[in-house]
């Protein structure tokens, strides 16, 4: 069982900056499929930004260029750093584990964006 842990949220004024961390209970390994996902009131849930073996990365179309994923298997650690950040960033941020068919996440962490 996997447990993961988000923190780093938290109020930033637009065109500020965030950094989202994910530490994982357990060893990340490096076939680990991991992403950050985002859940703003009453929107569906949507995939933020992924990272697979690799080091292959994808992006949502609205965070390319501002928001970089990485991983430190050593840490466990995955993060999510996020720049320029504009007022229609705010949601409730989750990382997302993918291993052998099964998905594991955190609790999500807040990130509100003010004009």
């Known amino acids: 069982q996997v447990q993961l842990v988000e923190s780093g949220g938290g109020l930033v004024q637009a065109g500020g900056s965030l950094r989202l961390s994910c530490a994982a209970s357990?060893?990340?390994?490096?076939?680990?499929?991991m992403g950050w996902y985002r859940q703003a009131p009453g929107n569906q849930r949507e995939l933020v930004a992924a990272?697979?073996?690799?080091?292959?990365?994808n992006y949502a179309d609205s965070v390319k260029g501002r928001f970089t994923i990485s991983r430190d298997n050593a840490k466990n650690t995955v993060y999510l750093q996020m720049n320029s950040l504009k007022p229609e960033d705010t949601a409730v941020y989750y990382c997302?584990?993918?291993?052998?068919?099964?998905?594991?996440w955190g609790q999500g962490t807040q990130v509100t964006v003010s004009s």
């Open positions: 990272i697979i073996s690799g080091g292959i990365t």
């Open positions: 357990g060893s990340i390994f490096s076939s680990d499929a």
């Open positions: 997302n584990l993918g291993r052998n068919r099964r998905a594991y």
